[in-house]
């Protein structure tokens, strides 16, 4: 074994390490599923770096460390998603029409912030859309862009999986049916997913996304959207929970198929209507 074998191996170890150190602060933070989130990059860049690790004892080994790690944090945050979100206030539901609220929802009177892993420091100008997959033409968008295809306001609902919904939002931007079709949506696309960051995913079908109310959005109520709603850009898809509405979305690839996005992928529901409680797979 050479000596950068052992500089790489220092490298994951330290890695390791400060991914633990994160881990023992996080369940006393109100941020709890973000400080996981940060925990999480430390151990799949430890991952990435395993390759590069000679020795198959030693490679084996640290392996084992960063993916045991791993799925404790997985677990972790499957976990912090199914409490409370920091942030939820009651609100009374007396004059709302009990038929806009799904079962087992109840009414915030903020709006709390929810997601997993750090924000992006990406300014707005910089922003870039890309639309790919079973398109005619892959689309870069700036917002610029995207705001000459027709800005709209939609108002709509929001439901998180967690239990809180927010009614009445106005959401400003432009309507996903019409990014996709200026990119060209081929007759095969059935799905779409739908990439933020960090590295955020939520699949879709193209039927929904095609919905009046489904945007694109850079603005709330009026406001720019904050950074930590999304913006400078972020999905929104009301007729579906909100874990499918991606915040700091980069990418929307078209597909012929299904395929989970990141909480799909940990055993939440495929499809996702509020309405019909569809919240584990
Ligand atoms: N990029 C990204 N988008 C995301 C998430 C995330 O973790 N990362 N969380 C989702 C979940 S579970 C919800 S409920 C909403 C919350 O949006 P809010 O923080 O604006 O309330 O964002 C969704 N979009
Ligand atoms: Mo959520």
């Not at 170890?13 to 933070?29: F, G, N, S, T």
């Not at 860049?45 to 395993?50: C, N, S, T, V």
């Not at 400003?172 to 960051?197: E, F, L």
Request: aromatic share 6%; charged share 30%; proline share 5%.
């Amino acid at each position: 074994m050479d000596s950068t074998d052992h500089g790489v191996e220092a490298r994951v170890a330290d890695l390791v390490h400060r991914a633990d150190e994160i881990v023992k602060a996080a369940p006393a933070r109100r941020d709890e599923s973000a400080v996981i989130g940060q925990a999480g990059e430390l151990l799949e860049q430890a991952r990435d770096l395993l390759d590069d690790v000679a020795d198959p004892e030693r490679r084996r080994a640290l392996a084992a460390q960063v993916s045991r790690r791993i799925g404790d944090l997985d677990r972790a945050l499957v976990a912090s998603f199914q409490g409370p979100s920091p942030g939820v206030r009651r609100a009374p539901t007396k004059d709302v029409d009990p038929a806009r609220i799904p079962p087992n929802q109840h009414l915030t009177a903020g709006f709390p912030v929810l997601h997993v892993g750090r924000m992006p420091d990406t300014a707005a100008g910089d922003w870039r859309l890309t639309v790919t997959g079973l398109v005619e033409r892959r689309t870069v968008f700036s917002l610029d862009d995207l705001r000459d295809l027709g800005t709209v306001t939609e108002r709509s609902d929001f439901h998180c999986v967690t239990s809180w919904s927010r009614l009445d939002n106005d959401w400003t931007g432009v309507r996903v049916r019409d990014v996709i079709d200026a990119a060209g949506v081929k007759a095969a696309a059935s799905h779409v997913i739908a990439s933020g960051h960090p590295a955020y995913s939520a699949n879709l079908d193209l039927e929904v996304v095609r919905r009046d109310d489904s945007l694109l959005a850079w603005a709330h109520d009026g406001a720019p959207l904050t950074r930590e709603h999304g913006g400078p850009l972020r999905l929104v898809v009301p007729v579906r929970y909100g874990w499918k509405s991606v915040k700091w979305v980069t990418e929307l690839r078209l597909l012929d198929r299904d395929v989970h996005g990141y909480w799909e992928e940990r055993g939440y529901h495929d499809v996702a209507d509020p309405f019909l409680e569809q919240r584990f797979a």
